[in-house]
């Protein structure tokens, strides 16, 4: 199943940025039976997440997943939003015995997740190879994916 959603807003009227504000998510099935992978990128704030976030929910919640890998590697920026939605969605999946495991978060991603000490509260994963197969490139033929973006 794939599924895309773009969205562009101005935020000129609210913010003064001279940069423009983005969050990418995509999404497949991984190899191991009701593992789930994220790749996200751009900034994880209130103004990218009032898009993303439906579509994030949206898939656990249909998914029901038991692992939720999400790699951090293209993240530029948390906000206090952003933070809070990964810790709600750690608490989410928790409720059927399910994981959230963050992978290669950037130097700056990692420093906020052991200042506000989420790195506690959650597995995360600087190199994607000690996962032991989780967060690999899946290798099953029957797989499904899909993106969401905000530009």
């Known amino acids: 199943m794939e599924s895309a959603v773009e969205t562009t807003r101005d ?22 039976p009701g593992e789930v992978q994220l790749l996200v990128g751009g900034e994880l704030c209130v103004w ?3 898009c993303l976030e439906p579509a994030l929910w949206g898939l656990v ?17 948390v906000d206090a939003r952003g933070v809070s939605l990964l810790s709600r ?3 989410h999946v928790g409720s059927w015995d399910g994981a959230l495991v963050l992978t290669r978060p950037s130097h700056v991603v990692a420093r906020l997740l052991s200042l506000v000490g989420i790195d506690r ?3 995360v994963v600087h190199r994607v190879d ?6 690999a490139e899946p290798r099953t033929a029957r797989r499904e994916s899909g993106s969401v973006s905000t530009r």
């Not at 000690?130 to 967060?135: I, Y």
């Open 130 to 135: 000690s996962l032991d197969g989780h967060g």
């Open 61 to 77: 919640c249909d998914l029901r997943p038991t692992t939720v890998t999400m790699d951090l590697a293209g993240v530029t920026f």
């Open 11 to 32: 935020w000129s009227s609210c913010v003064s940025l001279s940069v423009p504000i983005r969050c990418e998510l995509s999404w497949r099935t991984g190899e191991h």
């Open 48 to 50: 990218t997440l009032s």
């Open 121 to 123: 509260e959650l597995q």
């Open 89 to 91: 969605l750690a608490a």
